[in-house]
């Protein structure tokens, strides 16, 4: 039973490019997150949702976009890819804010 | 503001001695505080939390951790290293609103 689960695992494409990571959470969590973590394990959060509401919403460019359909979802949408947005994603969800925090495997995404 | 301070980026250790990993935060309020693992390839992992009851926490797999508010510090301990806790660690803090301040991380090297 996977309870924050990311997809894709991989994604590999190339510069200026669309793409979308999913993320669901089968917890009954009312709080969702996208962090990105650099090459040097440095995690920095990007946008927070909680019961659909954007509540978080750090200093990321605009080519970046989270969209949540419910409170068990919460997709990252990035245009025109950059060779810097080559991290790993993840995503991860909480009861509430300020509670633990439980992560998904991440999305490693890689721009050629 | 909160930060939060993770005073070494790498630990090695041998098998069967003692782990320190040290955290120092700084915070306006009583702050929630908590420590990660993140194991390769994987996402992180909650290893305990303290919010303001008990000083000393215990967490999974024999790590705890001690709350020193004169000292604003919150190190993480075990007592024997086990091949299997190398990782990377990351001490995070929470105010009362809804941000998480993560550490830069500490690698630990387990050797046997």
């Known amino acids: 039973d996977t309870a924050v689960s990311q997809t894709p695992k991989y994604l590999v494409t190339q510069m200026g490019n669309d793409k979308s990571i999913k993320c669901e959470q089968n917890l009954g969590h009312d709080t969702m997150y996208w962090y990105k973590q650099d090459s040097k394990k440095f995690l920095k959060i990007m946008f927070s949702y909680n019961n659909k509401e954007l509540i978080i919403n750090e200093t990321v460019p605009n080519r970046f976009s989270p969209k949540s359909p419910d409170k068990a979802h919460l997709n990252l949408h990035i245009n025109s890819l950059e060779l810097g947005d080559s991290a790993v994603y993840f995503c991860?969800?909480?009861?509430?804010?300020?509670?633990?925090?439980?992560f998904g495997d991440g999305t490693r995404l890689s721009i050629l | 503001a909160q930060s939060v301070t993770q005073l070494d980026s790498h630990v090695s250790v041998s098998e069967g001695t003692p782990v320190l990993l040290r955290c120092n935060y700084s915070s306006s309020y009583s702050p929630s505080l908590f420590w990660y693992v993140q194991h390769p390839n994987k996402g992180l992992q909650l290893l305990l939390k303290y919010t303001s009851a008990a000083t000393l926490v215990k967490g999974i797999n024999g790590f705890e951790a001690e709350f020193k508010k004169s000292e604003t510090s919150f190190h993480l301990t075990k007592p024997s290293a086990h091949m299997s806790d190398a990782a990377e660690y990351f001490c995070v803090v929470s105010d009362t609103g809804n941000q998480f301040y993560f550490g830069t991380g500490t690698s630990l090297t387990v050797i046997p």
């Open positions: 991860a969800s909480s009861q509430h804010p300020n509670q633990p925090q439980h």
